[in-house]
């Protein structure tokens, strides 16, 4: 028989058991994936999705590339959703010293060709497609400077003219670009290779010398103002390259033979100019034209709820999201606050362009401060720390997922769970948002709650963003009738 002290015992132990059992949490599905939050039960959590509106924009901010960043050079003549591209390369090399002469007496010298490489990382768009890609010589009359940074996007703000050109057309396959070239001079690999004409390499090695173009930088560019390097916009063009300035690759390679004196054969040498980042000018333009795009029917300067909208990396475009019911929201606890955005794939493309024009690797979910005209971090949950910005629990990489018909559905989730605290909760403003694919791009940041009265500028380059040009995505907008765009909220009462 039992006493009642061991009964009492043995319950306080069920009821312990029970409550530990009730209480525990499990893994809710949610888009990034992150945390432990409670199971949605109907009576102690509870799951909603709120509606937003979403409308998209064409990019107006500048887009500048600076000269350690990979440069665009291309042309896309076929996309049906986005439109056209352009890109074009201009820039000075110089020799690695000044005052600068060619090795050996200068009736010796005698100039064999003149080659400009290019340092090739890699390409957005469809390979299979060759780029007829011509090289120019910039006029005198508009020299690049090399203290400015230009803004690639506006290239009528800063327009350049031409002196002629100094090639023929080369015709590259994108695809063999990755072939390594192995000489008497060089052992590399992924080269643009682009033979100037003979009397470019005469100019360079017989008529230009220590005592007019190569006593100084300063001289050397009265006498010649740089290259422009372009792709022709012709089908079947349709992507575009990225390049390495600072890289050893990029150069110009003058190569000519000579002797000295009593020799009886001669000896074939090569020089470089290469580009410095301090006195060499670098002007890449980019201009996006949209007509008879599909997104040119999408873009808005007014407040249509839009069941598509179209990301664009810089110079591209962005979505505009409000979320109308938000600030009316009771007091509750947010488990968990997750912007969803889904990619609405191209059906009558989907073997096609829509396989190759990838989507941006970075999504940035900010809110625009219109007075201060700059971007703004979402607050409590977009954080900056010594190693940068949190983006892998505030969420904005691109992620792939399998649904019935796609095998790759590109996908980019947020985790807005304290921004939405503080509304509910303290009655913080609830802003209208801005999703974009950011390069080179500025966020005015302030940390979360309770710091207050606290802002800087800091400046998201390309290594935690995309690089310039390379990306775009149509997503699902908030009424789309498969891929909603849309905020989903686990929360408890309290």
């Given amino acids: 028989m039992h006493s009642s002290s061991s009964l009492r015992s043995i319950s306080i132990l069920i009821l312990v058991f029970f409550v530990t059992a009730i209480s525990c949490t499990r893994i809710t599905s949610t888009e990034l994936g992150a945390g432990l939050i409670p199971s949605v039960d109907g009576v102690n959590t509870f799951d909603t999705t709120m509606e937003v509106i979403?409308?998209?924009?064409?990019?107006?901010?500048?887009?500048?590339?600076?000269?350690?960043?990979?440069?665009?050079?291309?042309?896309?003549?076929?996309?049906?959703?986005?439109?056209?591209?352009?890109?074009?390369?201009?820039?000075?090399?110089?020799?690695?010293?000044?005052?600068?002469?060619?090795?050996?007496?200068?009736?010796?010298?005698?100039?064999?060709?003149?080659?400009?490489?290019?340092?090739?990382?890699?390409?957005?768009?469809?390979?299979?497609?060759?780029?007829?890609?011509?090289?120019?010589?910039?006029?005198?009359?508009?020299p690049l400077d090399p203290f400015k940074v230009y803004a690639s996007n506006f290239?009528?703000?800063?327009?350049?003219?031409?002196?002629?050109?100094?090639?023929?057309?080369?015709?590259?396959?994108?695809?063999?670009?990755?072939?390594?070239?192995?000489?008497?001079?060089?052992?590399?690999?992924?080269?643009?290779?682009?033979?100037?004409?003979?009397?470019?390499?005469?100019?360079?090695?017989?008529?230009?010398?220590s005592s007019n173009a190569y006593r100084s930088d300063t001289a050397f560019r009265t006498f010649f103002a740089g290259f422009s390097v372009k792709v022709a916009a012709t089908s079947p063009a349709n992507a575009l390259l990225f390049i390495n300035k600072l890289d050893t690759n990029t150069k110009l390679a003058l190569y000519y033979n000579s002797s000295t004196t009593g020799a009886t054969t001669r000896d074939t040498n090569v020089v470089y100019f290469r580009f410095n980042n301090f006195t060499c000018g670098d002007y890449n333009q980019i201009t996006r034209n949209r007509a008879g795009s599909e997104v040119a029917n999408r873009l808005t300067t007014t407040s249509r709820p839009d069941s598509l909208v179209y990301v664009q990396t810089n110079p591209g475009t962005y979505v505009r999201i409000r979320i109308p019911n938000l600030n009316r929201l009771n007091n509750r606890i947010i488990h968990r606050a997750e912007l969803i955005t889904e990619q609405v794939p191209d059906n009558a493309n989907l073997l096609t362009t829509d396989r190759f024009m990838t989507p941006p690797n970075m999504l940035l979910l900010s809110y625009y401060d219109s007075v201060n005209k700059i971007k703004r971090n979402i607050p409590n949950d977009y954080n900056i720390g010594v190693s940068g910005p949190n983006t892998l629990t505030f969420g904005g990489y691109l992620t792939y997922k399998t649904v019935p018909g796609y095998d790759r559905l590109a996908t980019y989730s947020f985790n807005l769970s304290r921004y939405v605290q503080g509304i509910v909760t303290r009655k913080d403003t609830s802003?209208?948002?801005?999703l974009s694919a950011p390069s080179n791009d500025s966020l005015r940041y302030s940390p979360g709650y309770p710091i207050v009265g606290f802002s800087q500028v800091y400046y998201l380059n390309p290594s935690i963003g995309n690089v310039v040009g390379n990306g775009r995505v149509r997503l699902g907008g908030g009424t789309h009738s498969r891929f909603r765009m849309r905020l989903r909220i686990v929360y408890s009462r309290i």
């Avoid at 010293?97 to 290019?118: E, Y």
């Avoid at 023929?168 to 643009?192: C, F, H, M, P």
């Avoid at 802003?431 to 801005?434: G, H, I, N």
């Fill in 155 to 209: 290239p009528g703000v800063y327009p350049l003219q031409f002196a002629g050109s100094l090639a023929n057309t080369a015709t590259i396959d994108i695809r063999r670009l990755g072939d390594s070239v192995i000489n008497r001079y060089e052992g590399a690999k992924n080269q643009i290779r682009i033979k100037l004409r003979d009397d470019v390499a005469r100019r360079f090695l017989n008529t230009f010398d």
């Fill in 431 to 434: 802003f209208v948002l801005r």
């Fill in 54 to 142: 979403t409308d998209s924009f064409d990019e107006t901010d500048s887009t500048r590339i600076y000269k350690q960043d990979l440069h665009v050079l291309g042309a896309i003549t076929n996309d049906p959703l986005f439109g056209r591209t352009t890109a074009a390369l201009n820039f000075e090399l110089f020799p690695l010293f000044f005052p600068f002469g060619v090795p050996g007496t200068k009736d010796s010298v005698r100039a064999d060709s003149a080659v400009l490489i290019l340092s090739y990382t890699g390409f957005h768009g469809d390979s299979t497609q060759p780029l007829r890609i011509s090289v120019e010589e910039i006029s005198r009359n508009t």
